[in-house]
């Protein structure tokens, strides 16, 4: 049931590239941090020989909150308007608005707005500060202050797109959505090629129910230059609330430009976040016959899509074409690995992941296959030495965590051991990948693993059900199987489309074992058996 968003990927398979580097990324954060730390240095150096320097205390503050230190920038600007002369209005207009913007940040709005107050009393011409007034006083429900401030902005300067955004989502709350739109529209007549000006109407579109124009809209914005994947973003993010109207409106778009390829694989990469495999399968492999896009990246997603769904040869066939352009990464071993496994070939399962060794030092991902895979072959000692070397890797991955305790408590008679690891996965995330609630389980204390179920149901987007899934899993694992039912037809429900999971898994400590034995589960997931094709 592991989830991996490869929303980079996509942006960059989509331009052209198919790997992302996680090490440049690891090297920009260091970049960061080290340029901070020298800057850090040069104003704690001004400050120790005078630290009633407003100046300083000021430019310190604004590089802590850039680099939310949210707590120690408070600290500085706060001393700075303390020290900050009357008379230096402009210093002070600033300083006001900075630590606006970190009460902001720290959810303490009433102080946010007397803050701008003083600030705009100090500069009553700041755009700037007109424009945050505006927006605190529509997060405050203030809708008479919002309008008055954005037309303000507008009186200043006609051609502020962000103040013709800011009245329709005022007119939007207010129902008045033909002037919501009206207001966006303007925005586009004056800014064709703007990305952010058909972002702003997209989401007006959306939150005046006008779903298909509002994807249109976000696609719009992909052709823009300045567009930087942030159009792709938010169609992700409305598919999680608006999933049909969102593949609808790409597979429309997908048909009126069949030669890119560029709407069905956003679409496909869509349905997997939401475990429709059948339906990313299908584009995925349009993708492929049709020679718009076979790169690695889109070979892999189709070997996962069809081992979701139990399409084993499919699965292996993809992922040794995908290995074959791009030997250098381990995932695409380890989709070939399972599949192999699944298929029954447990040494053609092992050659694959004696593959990915080649590439390199192993990472967690890899060293938790090698140990599922010996685990299948009833090695479960070497397979913790394995997991051992994971969480030396990564000492809060609740996914090994979880293994090692399940190895210890089921298989090694280790109890003691298992409850370790069992109590530092509640160290660790209470989302759905930090899997809390089976460690609660292991733990006895199945009052909070039962909240947990419904927590990470009401956290995450219903349309795939995974979140539903979990919860079965874990709610059977209690002997709770009316419950887990129910979970499960709500996935289902909502499209729900792992046939591996749902009928054949019996991976360690999330599965549906137990739950299969149920006297009316076939006969429910029988109803819903489209959600496994291809269509």
């Not at 959505?177 to 109407?201: Q, S």
Request: hydrophobic share 45%; proline share 2%; charged share 25%.
């Amino acid at each position: 049931m592991k989830f991996k968003t490869l929303l980079m990927l996509l942006v960059l398979a989509l331009m052209g590239t198919s790997t992302v580097s996680a090490a440049q990324d690891d090297d920009d954060a260091a970049l960061r941090l080290k340029i901070h730390n020298a800057v850090m240095g040069v104003y704690n150096k001004y400050l120790e020989q005078d630290p009633n320097d407003y100046n300083t205390l000021f430019q310190r503050a604004s590089q802590l909150y850039n680099m939310g230190y949210l707590a120690d920038a408070k600290a500085d600007i706060d001393r700075a308007i303390e020290l900050t002369p009357a008379k230096e209005k402009e210093l002070r207009c600033d300083e006001l608005v900075l630590r606006a913007l970190i009460n902001d940040d720290n959810g303490d709005l009433q102080a946010e707005l007397d803050d701008l107050k003083q600030a705009i009393e100090l500069n009553s011409q700041s755009q700037a500060t007109i424009g945050l007034l505006a927006r605190l006083s529509y997060k405050l429900n203030d809708l008479n202050a919002a309008e008055k401030n954005y037309k303000l902005l507008l009186s200043k300067n006609a051609r502020n797109y962000q103040a013709m955004y800011g009245l329709a989502l005022v007119e939007a709350k207010r129902g008045h959505n033909a002037d919501a739109v009206a207001h966006v529209d303007r925005a586009v007549e004056l800014f064709p090629a703007t990305t952010e000006v058909y972002l702003n109407r997209a989401d007006i579109l959306e939150r005046t129910g006008n779903y298909t124009s509002a994807v249109n809209n976000y696609l719009l914005a992909m052709t823009t230059s300045d567009d930087n994947g942030q159009a792709i973003q938010e169609l992700f993010n409305m598919s999680d609330q608006h999933y049909d109207a969102v593949v609808t409106a790409l597979r429309d778009a997908s048909d009126q430009a069949p030669g890119t390829g560029l709407f069905m694989r956003i679409r496909s990469s869509i349905a997997i976040k939401h475990a429709h495999y059948g339906q990313a399968l299908r584009d995925l492999e349009s993708l492929i016959d049709n020679n718009l896009m076979s790169h690695a990246a889109v070979r892999a997603d189709a070997a996962r899509c069809a081992l979701e769904v139990c399409e084993y040869d499919k699965a292996i066939q993809h992922a040794a074409k995908a290995i074959e352009q791009d030997n250098a990464d381990p995932d695409y071993y380890i989709i070939m690995s399972r599949a192999l496994q699944h298929k029954g070939d447990l040494g053609g399962a092992a050659e694959a992941l004696a593959g990915a060794r080649k590439i390199g030092e192993p990472g967690v991902d890899l060293l938790l296959a090698e140990a599922r895979l010996l685990i299948a072959q009833k090695k479960d000692a070497d397979a913790v030495k394995l997991v051992n070397d994971a969480i030396a890797l990564d000492g809060g991955n609740a996914e090994a965590l979880m293994l090692r305790g399940w190895l210890n408590k089921y298989r090694l008679n280790q109890p003691a051991a298992a409850n370790v690891d069992f109590e530092t996965v509640l160290l660790g995330k209470a989302n759905m990948r930090g899997l809390r609630g089976f460690a609660l389980h292991e733990l006895g204390r199945d009052d909070e693993a039962r909240k947990w179920a419904t927590d990470i149901i009401n956290e995450n987007p219903l349309p795939g059900g995974e979140a539903y899934v979990m919860a079965a899993a874990l709610l059977s694992d209690m002997d709770d199987n009316t419950q887990a039912m129910r979970y499960m037809e709500s996935a289902l429900a909502n499209g729900y489309g792992s046939r591996l999971e749902a009928l054949v898994s019996e991976a360690p400590y999330v599965n549906l074992k137990l739950l299969r034995r149920h006297p009316d589960y076939a006969s429910l997931v029988g109803r819903y058996s489209n959600n496994f094709e291809i269509k």
